[in-house]
């Protein structure tokens, strides 16, 4: 929590030496690249530092902002790659290319809709943990409750997107099979 001495320039950079690693970490993931996610951090931490004045929550903007930025780098991407494909889409190398990216997202899809599914506290719980890699305190202190309803959040949040990607599959395989 920031004390009232500290000055908004304080507190941004404390933001920035607290999240600049886990946020790279996260961003790289999406994009692949370390380089990409470098950039990315960047810009989402030149954002956050325009917007601070007006961001209750600076490192959730931080960490929002940057996975907005990496979507559009993914989005981007994809569309240069579809240009590539209409080139070499006879190509055996880019059709299985096109085959695991077609079933990434459709196992993001559904893992999406499992995790849409749970009640907001259990979704925000879980998202925090998962996708943020936020500790139990972290996730606790972020939401305001305790880390045993954190603990439960968590174990709800992988059995309901267990048990649903699971329906899922199975009534994907039943359609087709």
Same mark, same amino acid.
């Given at each position: 929590?920031?004390?009232?001495?500290?000055?908004?320039?304080?507190?941004?950079?404390?933001?920035?030496?607290?999240?600049?690693?886990?946020?790279?970490?996260?961003?790289?993931?999406?994009? /692949?690249? !370390?380089?990409?996610?470098? =950039?990315?951090?960047?810009?989402?931490? $030149? #954002?956050?530092? %325009?917007? *601070?004045?007006?961001?209750?929550?600076?490192?959730?903007?931080?960490?929002?902002?940057?996975?907005?930025?990496?979507?559009?780098?993914?989005?981007?991407?994809?569309?240069?790659?579809?240009?590539?494909?209409?080139?070499? /889409?006879? !190509?055996?190398?880019?059709? =299985?290319?096109?085959?695991?990216?077609? $079933? #990434?997202?459709? %196992?993001? *899809?559904?893992?999406?809709?499992?995790?849409?599914?749970?009640?907001?506290?259990?979704?925000?719980?879980?998202?925090?943990?998962?996708?943020?890699?936020?500790?139990?305190?972290?996730?606790?202190?972020?939401?305001?409750?305790?880390?045993?309803?954190?603990?439960?959040?968590?174990?709800?949040?992988?059995?309901?997107?267990?048990?649903?990607?699971?329906?899922?599959?199975?009534?994907?395989?039943?359609?087709?099979?």
């Amino acid at each position: 929590m920031p004390t009232t001495s500290e000055s908004p320039t304080e507190i941004f950079t404390k933001l920035f030496a607290e999240s600049r690693h886990a946020l790279h970490r996260y961003i790289r993931r999406f994009v /692949g690249s !370390s380089e990409t996610a470098k =950039e990315i951090v960047q810009e989402a931490f $030149l #954002r956050t530092y %325009r917007q *601070r004045e007006s961001v209750t929550t600076l490192r959730a903007f931080l960490f929002s902002t940057a996975r907005n930025l990496a979507a559009n780098e993914y989005r981007h991407r994809r569309i240069m790659e579809r240009g590539a494909l209409g080139d070499f /889409g006879d !190509s055996l190398v880019n059709s =299985e290319s096109l085959e695991a990216q077609l $079933l #990434r997202d459709e %196992r993001n *899809r559904l893992i999406q809709e499992a995790i849409d599914r749970l009640p907001p506290q259990c979704r925000a719980a879980f998202t925090l943990r998962v996708f943020h890699e936020c500790s139990y305190k972290e996730v606790a202190d972020r939401l305001g409750i305790s880390a045993k309803t954190v603990e439960k959040h968590i174990a709800r949040g992988l059995h309901e997107t267990h048990s649903y990607l699971k329906r899922r599959y199975n009534a994907t395989e039943r359609g087709h099979g």
